[in-house]
């Protein structure tokens, strides 16, 4: 079937798009448990974090629950066990026995977007600390007000150097690299944020899931989250708003009276319809005094309004930027769209997911698949149709992350 398809890339029947496209479905189709490539792994504890630098795709970063974090370097083996397995020790180790270690679990490691001489950890310790890679020093240190669950940098900064930061409080707060300081804090959730998720298409959108349920987008250069996802809100249309459903009610009762007949030539002319919107969206008069006109994101009705039932404990946008996948403690996988906001009611199969802590979900470039822990095993979803791919298995306790690499090693 490959020659098949070399052959018809020659004679212009598949256009490279799609060759490509073909291609990539195939690798991951072969995806299985290695058995030449071993991670000789340092930790004593749940690995929480992986990932691979965006740079050269060659040195992986992992942070465990013993409060340490590794390097491994993926090309170049450290020794050969039985002549071809190749084996895989850690390059660089930093724990607690480190001076400027942390004392506690390490929720969350990052590499520095555009460099692997700096990366990035975040703990329970309430610390998120910058590492030099070479000197495995501390660069700086931010101080939190309480646990660190989740830390992210957007891929494809030009101008700005922040750290999107996650805690048991209530407020994201973005650190500065390049001064060492806070820069502002996004207020909203109301509860303790367990994931965070840069946008691939704009290094000034974020992303955040909170243990209340709720899903936000951020402008970081403005004050408050301009959007709220709904789970309730799908593609294939959405509940009528309640103003609608009480003034229809109110109708019935009032019977043939003289205000219902104005209300039904306002529905008749469209008027009540407009009437409608406007007082969702625009200005509203409250005892003669206009009100001023509050963002949807920060309007009371949307506070209410979540993407899962229970925490948002994983996040992941697509490599396109258009869509994004959540995964929540009511061990459901969403699929939303970006632009408009709504549920694609992709109907994920059954799945059993952790509760009590961030997961870290990967996806395909295409992005046919998504991977996500489940337990003591990995499962690949279809992203479009929601089908389980494959399972795959080898781990003898829970899986906390993946990370899907799609350069070769």
């Given at each position: 079937?490959?020659?098949?398809?070399?052959?018809?890339?020659?004679?212009?029947?598949?256009?490279?798009?799609?060759?490509?496209?073909?291609?990539?479905?195939?690798?991951?189709?072969?995806?299985?448990?290695?058995?030449?490539?071993?991670?000789?792994?340092?930790?004593?504890?749940?690995?929480?974090?992986?990932?691979?630098?965006?740079?050269?795709?060659?040195?992986?970063?992992?942070?465990?629950?013993?409060?340490?974090?590794?390097?491994?370097?993926?090309?170049?083996?450290?020794?050969?066990?039985?002549?071809?397995?190749?084996?895989?020790?850690?390059?660089?180790?930093?724990?607690?026995?480190?001076?400027?270690?942390?004392?506690?679990?390490?929720?969350?490691?990052?590499?520095?977007?555009?460099?692997?001489?700096?990366?990035?950890?975040?703990?329970?310790?309430?610390?998120?600390?910058?590492?030099?890679?070479?000197?495995?020093?501390?660069?700086?240190?931010?101080?939190?007000?309480?646990?660190?669950?989740?830390?992210?940098?957007?891929?494809?900064?030009?101008?700005?150097?922040?750290?999107?930061?996650?805690?048991?409080?209530?407020?994201?707060?973005?650190?500065d690299i390049a001064s060492g300081a806070f820069t502002h804090t996004l207020s909203g959730h109301l509860d303790g944020i367990m994931s965070l998720e840069w946008s691939t298409s704009s290094e000034w959108i974020l992303m955040s899931?909170?243990?209340?349920?709720?899903?936000?987008?951020?402008?970081?250069?403005?004050?408050?989250?301009?959007?709220?996802?709904?789970?309730?809100?799908?593609?294939?249309?959405?509940?009528?708003?309640?103003?609608?459903?009480?003034?229809?009610?109110?109708?019935?009762?009032?019977?043939?009276?003289?205000?219902?007949?104005?209300?039904?030539?306002?529905?008749?002319?469209?008027?009540?319809?407009?009437?409608?919107?406007?007082?969702?969206?625009?200005?509203?008069?409250?005892?003669?005094?206009?009100?001023?006109?509050?963002?949807?994101?920060?309007?009371?009705?949307?506070?209410?309004?979540?993407?899962?039932?229970?925490?948002?404990?994983?996040?992941?946008?697509?490599?396109?930027?258009?869509?994004?996948?959540?995964?929540?403690?009511?061990?459901?996988?969403?699929?939303?769209?970006?632009?408009?906001?709504?549920?694609?009611?992709?109907?994920?199969?059954?799945?059993?997911?952790?509760?009590?802590?961030?997961?870290?979900?990967a996806v395909t470039d295409d992005p046919s698949l998504v991977f996500i822990p489940c337990m003591s095993s990995i499962k690949a979803y279809n992203t479009w149709s929601g089908t389980t791919f494959q399972t795959f298995r080898g781990?003898?306790?829970?899986?906390?992350?993946?990370?899907?690499?799609?350069?070769?090693?």
């Amino acid at each position: 079937m490959w020659w098949e398809e070399v052959r018809r890339r020659e004679r212009g029947e598949l256009r490279p798009r799609r060759f490509e496209a073909l291609a990539r479905s195939r690798r991951a189709a072969s995806l299985a448990l290695s058995n030449r490539k071993e991670i000789a792994t340092p930790h004593l504890g749940a690995v929480n974090s992986l990932q691979v630098d965006l740079t050269e795709g060659r040195y992986l970063l992992s942070g465990a629950s013993d409060g340490s974090a590794a390097v491994f370097d993926l090309k170049d083996a450290t020794e050969y066990e039985a002549g071809f397995i190749a084996k895989h020790r850690s390059i660089l180790l930093v724990d607690r026995q480190h001076q400027h270690g942390h004392k506690f679990t390490v929720s969350k490691a990052i590499w520095y977007p555009v460099d692997t001489g700096l990366f990035v950890t975040a703990s329970f310790d309430n610390y998120v600390k910058v590492w030099d890679t070479n000197s495995s020093q501390v660069v700086m240190d931010f101080k939190m007000p309480g646990k660190v669950y989740s830390a992210a940098m957007s891929p494809i900064a030009t101008t700005h150097m922040l750290i999107a930061t996650g805690s048991a409080d209530v407020q994201v707060r973005l650190c500065d690299i390049a001064s060492g300081a806070f820069t502002h804090t996004l207020s909203g959730h109301l509860d303790g944020i367990m994931s965070l998720e840069w946008s691939t298409s704009s290094e000034w959108i974020l992303m955040s899931g909170g243990c209340d349920g709720a899903i936000r987008f951020w402008d970081i250069r403005r004050a408050g989250c301009f959007l709220v996802l709904d789970q309730l809100r799908s593609q294939l249309g959405r509940r009528p708003p309640i103003i609608d459903s009480t003034t229809d009610n109110h109708q019935k009762n009032l019977g043939r009276s003289s205000s219902s007949k104005s209300y039904s030539v306002q529905q008749r002319t469209g008027n009540h319809k407009k009437q409608s919107k406007a007082l969702r969206k625009s200005l509203t008069m409250v005892r003669g005094h206009t009100q001023q006109k509050v963002h949807p994101g920060m309007s009371s009705s949307q506070n209410h309004k979540t993407a899962h039932y229970g925490a948002v404990t994983g996040l992941r946008t697509t490599t396109d930027g258009m869509h994004l996948l959540s995964s929540g403690s009511d061990s459901r996988l969403r699929l939303w769209d970006i632009d408009s906001g709504c549920n694609t009611l992709v109907n994920f199969e059954a799945m059993r997911l952790q509760t009590s802590k961030p997961l870290q979900l990967a996806v395909t470039d295409d992005p046919s698949l998504v991977f996500i822990p489940c337990m003591s095993s990995i499962k690949a979803y279809n992203t479009w149709s929601g089908t389980t791919f494959q399972t795959f298995r080898g781990h003898y306790d829970h899986v906390n992350c993946c990370y899907y690499n799609s350069q070769d090693q």
